[in-house]
């Protein structure tokens, strides 16, 4: 077996895993060595590995069942591979991918589905000389720092999540959002969670809540922004500058994250993320009305709750 080391990059998240070659098939002891890190650390950086698409798939399906990213537009996944989502600035058929600003608000991947993602795999291909950082948030650590009182009042409620609250989304192909759109109506998710395995609670927070379940918009908006500025604090995020050849394995069940617009963007940016497919359906489908409409998808709320 290959000297794996471990060594952390944040407090809060964040480690980067050095001594293995993602090409090469995991051993189950480094399997177990990468799972207790991604654990403990939420977010891990694996420096130097230039993996084609199949040996980042081969590698991403020890850690869980890959998404088919049937969520997602067809034209934005690998034309080979509908396990890998093709995040890329570049034009795509002659025209600005439908990609080209993804994750620019705080999220959680895949929340505006009823099954949010298990973690993700990002591999970096391409990247501006300077920028295009992306930032991770601990959702325990912004759990377990808010007020009893706040957290009292966090249980049992509930969020709606809007696939069309993803910022630059009116910047997109028509078409491309009206298919998003379709394969994802709102939907509602508990805002306090538990992890699966470590059982420790959590937030599922982010900037693409409608609103939550039996409170008015001024309220809504009022904790909302509260807790996501509570949850994205500075001394809650790992920050991670990019190299090409990095592949960032990150648990999506206990943070959040944004890729910042922080570059000049004439310039390629090409990300390739595998998606583990979430071990819970935590959510359900409140509107069967558009979503973005939100006077029919609080009566759909108001019919469900
Ligand atoms: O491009 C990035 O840095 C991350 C984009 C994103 O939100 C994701 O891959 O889930
Ligand atoms: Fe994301």
């Not at 403990?40 to 399906?61: K, N, S």
């Not at 093709?86 to 895949?110: A, F, I």
């Not at 992306?134 to 650590?141: I, V």
Request: with cysteine; glycine share 8%; net charge neutral.
């Amino acid at each position: 077996m290959s000297k794996i080391a471990i060594r952390p990059l944040g407090f809060a998240a964040g480690a980067e895993v050095t001594g293995l070659d993602l090409r090469q098939p995991l051993a189950a002891a480094e399997r177990g060595a990468i799972h207790e890190a991604w654990l403990r650390h939420l977010v891990l950086v694996f420096p130097d590995q230039d993996l084609t698409p199949e040996q980042q798939i081969a590698f991403a399906q020890k850690f869980g069942d890959l998404d088919g990213h049937a969520s997602q537009a067809p034209s934005t996944l690998h034309p080979d591979h509908q396990e890998i989502l093709v995040l890329t600035n570049k034009q795509v058929g002659g025209k600005p991918s439908g990609t080209h600003n993804s994750g620019r608000n705080w999220h959680t991947d895949l929340s505006y589905t009823e099954r949010p993602a298990k973690g993700a795999l990002l591999s970096c291909k391409e990247k501006p000389p300077v920028g295009g950082d992306t930032m991770w948030a601990n959702l325990y650590l912004a759990y377990d720092t808010l007020s009893p009182a706040i957290r009292a009042l966090l249980e049992g409620l509930e969020a709606i999540h809007d696939v069309t609250l993803i910022k630059g989304i009116e910047q997109r192909d028509p078409a491309l959002v009206a298919d998003m759109k379709r394969r994802n109506p709102a939907v509602v998710h508990p805002v306090v969670r538990v992890h699966p395995e470590t059982e420790r609670k959590s937030l599922l927070i982010g900037q693409r809540i409608r609103g939550f379940v039996g409170m008015s918009d001024e309220e809504s908006q009022s904790l909302l922004s509260l807790l996501n500025t509570h949850a994205t604090s500075p001394e809650f995020v790992y920050r991670h500058r990019w190299s090409v050849g990095d592949l960032v394995m990150w648990d999506n069940r206990c943070t959040c994250h944004v890729a910042l617009a922080d570059f000049d963007q004439t310039k390629p940016r090409v990300m390739y993320r595998c998606s583990l497919e979430g071990e819970q359906k935590t959510g359900r489908i409140v509107a069967a009305a558009a979503a973005g409409d939100r006077t029919s998808m609080l009566q759909a709320v108001a019919a469900v709750s």
